[in-house]
């Protein structure tokens, strides 16, 4: 199973000294064209990305994702700042689908 994160080419550094594989995008197209190409690979084991595409991530995948376990998708918080606007008790409740 592959480690794989998506963010800018700054943010990207230190993953891909971890052994990640990683893919730069520096907007929210990039971001959604590429998630598609990274969902259908059927070694991806978890996907890290850069908070500032979580939006985008809700809007277009999250639904999707409810039905699966593989990958895993992550959100860390970006260089320039956290953009995720929940508090980590809403966002895990929606991540794990349970109420906390």
Known sequence: MKLIFIGSEEESLGFALAGAQTHIVSDKEGFTDKMEELLELEDAGVII??????????????KR????????????????????????????????GIRL
Not at 49 to 62: L, N, Q, V
Not at 70 to 91: E, L, N
């Open 49 to 62: 990305a850069a908070d500032r595409y979580f939006e985008a991530y809700e809007e277009k995948f999250a």
């Open 65 to 96: 994702m409810q039905k699966r376990a593989v990958p895993a998708v992550v959100f860390v918080p970006s260089i320039d700042g956290r953009h995720i606007k929940t508090d980590i008790k809403g966002y895990l409740s929606g991540v794990l």
